[in-house]
């Protein structure tokens, strides 16, 4: 087996791990923390010299950053969660980059200040300003997904898992899901797939 994905599913590896698993391509998972230094090892620094999970190994290539990883992964093996056409994967790819530009600090924010953080180290006021920078974000995407089921067309794609593994950290805002039906909806049918499923029991068992 040399397709190898180094990263906890409790990380931003979930990307690369969501989508081998909805592909059914055999995969080895090196179970690699970020804690404790263990990314800044020389071992480590050689496959990626930023010091950073996730990181794939696949023959030779190696690919750092979740975002390329995905999108390396339905290149190569196509199938229905790869573009279909190049409209497909201009979609793919301009809402994948809004997720990360537009969402992932705040979301990560949500997450952090909400639910992950011990209580007495949260603060509710930066929460609070996440969820009021995401109003405007989630909106445009409730828009897009008022007349389609699905990101960039009409079957799960890789768009949506990017998008979703993104948007998913702030699955805790009652406010934003309240607000923007559309997308609540779509995010609650993505996490719901038994492939995110069974990245997320890895995450919970540590893996």
Sequence with gaps: MTLKIHGIAASR????LWLLEELGVPYEH???TYLGGATR?????????????PV???????????????LYLARKFGG?????????EAEAL??????VTECEKDALCVL???VVMPADKRDAALADQSEGNLGKPFAVLDAHLATRPWIAGERFTVADVNVASVLSWAQVSRKLMEANPHLADWLKRCLERPAHQKVRAMAKAGR
């Design 13 to 16: 590896a979930v990307r690369p």
């Design 30 to 32: 090196v179970s690699q």
């Design 41 to 53: 090892t020389p071992e480590f620094l050689a496959l990626n010299p930023n010091g950073h999970i």
């Design 56 to 70: 794939l190994e696949d023959d030779g290539i190696v690919v750092w950053e979740s975002m390329a990883t995905t």
């Design 80 to 88: 229905p969660l790869a573009p279909a056409n190049l409209a497909e």
């Design 94 to 99: 301009r809402w994948t980059f809004w997720a």
């Design 112 to 114: 952090m200040h909400r």
